[in-house]
């Protein structure tokens, strides 16, 4: 980084590069490195993803320095906002998407906190990941590929666990909503549809 600029100036430098009207925040403006223990050593996720292309089998994640990390100054005003009408978990991998961000300190009961509903999207159908690793990594580390069990690991945080009609019978932590509705996207128009779902979710 040069002086003066922080993981967020850069990622707002992109962001308008790129045309994108949609503010973009880092969790934060620390290094959080992901790594994975494998069955060829520590690598880490960049290479486990794009050179290796997920083929080794992982036996262990972790955060590096996450601990020392703090949250990005845009992100609580953000989250106290009382204009704030949701915060949504989209269906991203739990392990290696969502999980360094609650991994930061703070951020879980920043989201607890929260007044407006948080909704969670289930990234597992019918016990399969869309695409990505999900389901092989939870499944290496001892995990049920499931929507229950992503369910379970925000289950401080949700408010609402969006999952996708094939999976109507899933079991939802104690006090949060379950919502059953299609959750495949394979067009703009069932992106758009799922978008307004989890919007009527709010109400």
Known sequence: LAEGETLS???????????????IVP??????????????????????FVRQ???PVVKEITFNNAEAAHIAPAILPALNNPD???VVICPSN????V???????GMRKALRS???PVIGVSPIINGQAVRGPTAKLMEELGFKPSASEVAQRYTDVIDIWIVDESDADTCVPMGVKKIVTETLMTT?????????????AVQ
């Open 94 to 97: 739990p392990l290696i998407s």
């Open 114 to 116: 929260c007044t407006a």
């Open 53 to 55: 292309n997920c083929d």
């Open 27 to 48: 969790m934060s403006d620390n290094p959080v490195r992901t790594q994975l223990r494998t069955t060829m050593g520590w690598m880490d996720f960049q290479d486990y």
């Open 84 to 86: 704030l009408q949701a």
């Open 9 to 23: 100036t850069i990622t707002d430098y992109f962001r308008r590069q790129l045309g994108i009207a949609t503010r």
């Open 188 to 200: 703009i128009k069932d992106r758009e549809k799922l978008a307004q779902n989890v919007l009527a």
């Open 99 to 105: 999980e360094p961000i609650l991994a930061v300190p």
